[in-house]
């Protein structure tokens, strides 16, 4: 019988408001089913944003993408606003977080696809 305590079962959302200027919050979410898909997590960003103290400025954002930033016990990106390499970790609406490779205490982006489609080609920080 093992007296170690149990680990956290968190995921954290990178909800990124501007990525040239680095405009990012985290988001907590607990207990999260990694069997859920990827649209069912996005709905329940969207609706804790809605409510959540401090994200006042990220609730008119249309945040459409998601993308696994980093995974624990990996090597870290060199961007610090977004992982720009690693395209497969992109998460696809239809899959399941554990398909996806989500593990608990992955760090997941929350964005909008257009705006890193243009911060990909010039990744420049403007602050």
């Known amino acids: 019988m093992s ?5 956290p079962k968190l995921l954290i959302i990178r909800v990124i408001k501007s990525m040239e200027y680095r405009t990012i919050k985290n988001l907590i979410l607990k207990d999260i089913d990694l069997n859920i898909k990827v649209s069912e997590l996005k709905d329940i960003i969207t609706k804790t944003l809605q409510t959540a103290p401090g994200f006042a400025p990220f609730r008119t ?12 016990h990996k090597q870290k990106p060199n961007n610090l606003t977004i992982n720009l390499d690693n395209d497969h970790y992109f998460l696809k609406d239809d899959a ?3 398909e996806s490779g989500v593990v608990y205490e992955t760090e997941i982006s929350y964005f909008i696809m257009s705006e890193y489609e243009t ?4 990744p420049q920080v403007k602050w």
Do not use: R
């Open 3 to 7: 007296t170690e305590p149990e680990s």
């Open 61 to 72: 954002k249309p945040f459409d993408t998601l993308k696994i930033f980093f995974i624990p």
């Open 119 to 122: 911060y990909k080609q010039n």
């Open 96 to 98: 399941t977080l554990a």
